[in-house]
């Protein structure tokens, strides 16, 4: 059974940090397409990072670029969510996903197959 838990979360005021971290159960990450995605109240889902695990490729969303950093650990079979420079709008549920290789967008939420529970991130200004 294929488990992907979330953990990291929690508020944090405009400026500071979280890392946010995706360990896997029952499902290896090498080779793969790891992405976070988040959805703020009221808004639709969005994908913030991603990471080809095959070979550390990664993409941001324009409004994350150079604050957030996603990164991989083979050996704990987990993904990392570095975030930085926090800003009220960085509020959300924040989830990691993953999916076989990384064709196409890789930030088409649909496309992933595996989901955790997610982790709420709150910024307060």
């Known amino acids: 059974q294929v488990q992907l838990v979330e953990s990291g979360g929690g508020s944090v005021q405009a400026g500071g940090s979280l890392r946010l971290s995706c360990a896997a159960s029952?499902?290896?990450?090498?080779?793969?397409?790891v992405g976070w995605f988040r959805q703020g109240p009221g808004k639709g889902r969005e994908g913030v990072a991603a990471?080809?695990?095959?070979?550390?490729?990664?993409d941001y969303a324009d409004s994350v670029r150079g604050r957030f950093t996603i990164s991989q650990d083979n050996a704990k079979n987990t993904v990392y969510l570095q975030m930085n420079s926090l800003k009220p709008e960085d509020t959300a549920m924040y989830y990691c996903?993953?999916?076989?290789?990384?064709?196409?967008?890789?930030?088409?939420?649909?496309?992933?197959?595996?989901w955790g529970q997610g982790t709420q991130v709150t910024v307060s200004s």
């Open positions: 996903a993953a999916k076989p290789g990384c064709a196409g967008s890789w930030f088409r939420f649909w496309e992933y197959n595996y």
């Open positions: 029952g499902y290896t990450y090498s080779g793969n397409c």
């Open positions: 990471i080809y695990t095959g070979g550390g490729r990664t």
